[in-house]
């Protein structure tokens, strides 16, 4: 388990950062939005039954599926998505794809690589994308019109979209709290 534990760590600094590079510093189009949204949520029910049959943590499966449900709900009707302001749409989307930068940090902490400069990273990266940037996106009622206006047309679909947006919302302050937990125990030491 081992080597397929660090093999994965390593999968997912280059593809979150290939993702990220992608984001900031190329055009992208709709199909590359859809195309990776697929092979994430695949990636997301592989690594749930991983984690399931290896160490169940059920914040990571809550996280994970409500990823899926959001990215589903977002690219299951693609063919609205043609008609949107684009610019708004990748903006929406841009920003949950850059809460992976402190997955990268992560990563390289539970790789071994457990310095302070990649501890403060984390840190810093995950508030400010998962907490500041997430806060404000998902807290902003007219980028839930504009998605669900685009990709929703039932009552059932805009639910779904609701719980997984706020589950993600509500599981990022979770893990923070624990991480101002141990911030907390380092400053009293």
Sequence with gaps: MIFLDKLRNIMLIIYYGYLIYKVLFTELS???YTYHSELFVTYMILDMIY???TKIKYDYILHHSSTILLLTTIFSNTKNLSYINFNKFQDFIN???MTEVSTIFLTINILGVKNTISKFLFFLSFSYFRIYKLSILILNQDNHD????CSCRSYFCNYIYYFSVYSLLFINFYWYYY???KLYKIIIN
């Design 51 to 53: 984690i399931y049959f």
């Design 30 to 32: 709709l199909s590359f």
């Design 95 to 97: 920003i949950f794809v």
């Design 146 to 149: 504009f998605i669900t206006f």
């Design 179 to 181: 991480l101002f937990k």
